[in-house]
């Protein structure tokens, strides 16, 4: 499920050199989620058990969720650093209003997220801000609104049909990793299958000939940001339900960055123009289960940062390394 522009060709005829560097690009993060989990194996046995990867799926959910919004921005050559705040928000609003049913809060949360999406792709289509500038802004303005909302302490939450959508398992995969799998399926198909996912790629390949050919380059922009706002709340929504409190303190913090560090390991580059939905689906758990394995051998979280900027900086400078060519 990817989606590319038409030079990258299989890799054909490139040079030695580039050509290993084109099959490190389409499939390094594949062969490094695989020899993570061989590696992982070794030192614990149990890394395997149905157990821990039910835990592992319950971990990632959230953050798979706002990274497939992320790579829909970062394809149209933008950035979404309000979503961890839109997660805040609606771990705020929910319990508010819980007591009419999840059939309002969860809707109602989603809503917000569309709002806050929309107000950020309105900054950058419209207004011609800066994206980073604009959803930097949202993301101070919404997470201090979420605190707002609810007040200094964490709120606990009993709606069952809350808890059982963040806690429990069908088939004994938990129900967030469905619904995580679930969105990630459908964002493959609108960008492989749909004039909506070529467009996206094209504006981020070249807005100004994606303008030019009368491409609707303000609506789709708009767009992308409305469906990572909507993802960020439907996670955040998630994130509730699986730790029954509402914490817009806490809940959501640095969300921004792991999405942002899911979706460039998986492939795609910051500079836009190509969107790998399957290859963010494998970042985000190869950034999950490094990060557990590091944790269940007491690395030092200091040292677990290091390694995750040095992989983020690689990945950055394999894109890079494409992008000139």
């Known amino acids: 499920m990817s989606a590319t522009t038409a030079g990258t060709a299989k890799g054909r005829g490139l040079p030695e050199r580039d050509r290993l560097l084109h099959l490190l690009q389409e499939y390094g993060i594949y062969a490094a989620l695989l020899l993570l989990v061989v590696v992982a194996t070794g030192l614990d046995g149990s890394f395997l058990s149905a157990g821990n990867a039910r835990v ?75 994206p980073i500038v604009a959803t930097l802004s949202l993301m101070i303005g919404v997470r201090g609104l979420a605190e707002l909302v609810n007040g200094d302490s964490a709120k606990p939450v009993t709606d069952s049909g809350l808890l059982a959508l ?13 619904i995580a799998g679930l969105a990630a399926v459908v964002v493959g198909l609108v960008v492989r299958r749909t004039t909506f996912g070529r ?57 921004e960055l792991t999405a942002i560090t899911a979706v460039v390991v998986g492939g795609t580059p910051l500079s836009g123009g190509r ?14 289960l490094l990060t557990a394995v590091l944790t269940q051998h007491n690395v030092p979280v200091s040292y677990t940062q290091i390694t995750e900027a040095a992989i983020i900086c690689f990945a950055v400078y394999a894109s890079r390394e494409r992008g000139t060519r």
Not at 65 to 92: K, N, R
Not at 114 to 128: H, I, K, Q, Y
Not at 166 to 178: H, I, K, Q, S, T
Not at 219 to 230: A, E, F, L, P
């Open 56 to 130: 592992q799926l319950f971990q990632v959910s959230p953050a798979l969720l706002v990274a497939l919004g992320m790579a829909l921005v970062i394809g149209t050559e933008g950035i979404d650093l309000s979503v961890g705040a839109v997660i805040a928000l609606a771990a705020a609003v929910v319990p508010l209003y819980l007591g009419y049913g999840l059939g309002v809060a969860l809707p109602l949360a989603l809503l917000l997220g569309a709002v806050s999406g929309l107000v950020a792709g309105a900054m950058v289509a419209f207004a011609r801000v800066q």
């Open 199 to 255: 467009q996206l790629v094209a504006v981020g390949d070249n807005p100004r000939a994606s303008r030019l050919a009368g491409l609707p380059v303000r609506r789709i922009q708009v767009g992308v940001y409305v469906v990572s706002g909507v993802l960020a709340a439907l996670a955040g929504v998630l994130i509730v339900g699986h730790g029954a409190e509402a914490d817009p303190a806490n809940q959501g913090l640095d969300m």
């Open 166 to 178: 963040g806690g429990d398992c069908f088939l004994g995969v938990p129900w967030m990793a469905w």
């Open 275 to 288: 969107i790998r939905v399957l290859g963010t689906v494998a970042g985000a758990l190869f950034m999950q």
